[in-house]
């Protein structure tokens, strides 16, 4: 029996036979001047760029659990600022959703699970006492109307951070795709 990752290889050999890329060429400028920060929620990995009408070339996506930024100088900031500066964007969307995984994560019971796996316990010590927190690491949100909130103001606080780009913050409804704003620019 095939793997997944074998399917997805033979699947990919096929649609390059087929040309069907060719429909989906375009250039790495983002078309609508846009660069969106989404959830890696599975229900929107369609649904997010259909409910926006966003079509390839049309935006820069970056994605990561909760939508959240978690450092002003992190790898999302980092994008954002490239896309910014090397991309012509002018709006950043950041679009967390209801019912996320990230709503009341537990950061101890996810390193329960770490142990279950097989992580020594002396491992999640040795990382306390070097100054990692990583139960708050891994702990979610309270709210995910303030956890947009956050994000938005990190990111129009940021040094790097031109006064011209707008930032808003946004919640999308994860069957209907419907958007409800939390804050417009
Ligand atoms: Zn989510």
């Excluded at 994560?105 to 006492?129: C, F, N, P, Q, W």
């Excluded at 891994?138 to 709210?143: A, H, I, M, R």
């Excluded at 069957?175 to 704003?181: N, P, Q, R, S, W």
Aim: hydrophobic fraction near 40%.
């Amino acid at each position: 029996m095939k793997s997944r990752i074998e399917e997805i290889l033979a699947y990919n050999k096929e649609f390059v036979l087929n040309e069907a890329y060719k429909t989906l060429i375009t250039s790495g400028i983002p078309e609508k001047k846009i660069v969106i920060l989404s959830c890696m929620d599975t229900r929107l990995t369609e649904l997010l760029p259909k409910a926006l009408n966003i079509k390839n070339g049309d935006a820069k996506l970056i994605k990561n659990a909760g939508a959240t930024i978690m450092h002003p100088f992190g790898s999302i900031v980092r994008s954002i600022i490239v896309a910014v500066y090397e991309f012509g964007v002018e709006d950043v969307l950041i679009i967390g959703h209801y019912g996320c995984g990230m709503c009341h994560l537990d950061g101890k019971a996810l390193l329960d699970k770490a142990i279950e796996r097989g992580i020594e316990v002396s491992t999640l010590e040795m990382l306390k006492y070097s100054g990692i927190d990583i139960d708050k690491w891994l702990e979610g949100f309270e709210s995910p109307e303030d956890a947009i909130h956050e994000s938005v103001n990190q990111l129009r606080n940021h040094p790097l951070m031109p006064k011209d780009v707008r930032i808003h913050g946004m919640l999308m409804h994860p069957e209907t795709g419907a958007l409800d704003v939390v804050v417009l620019s």
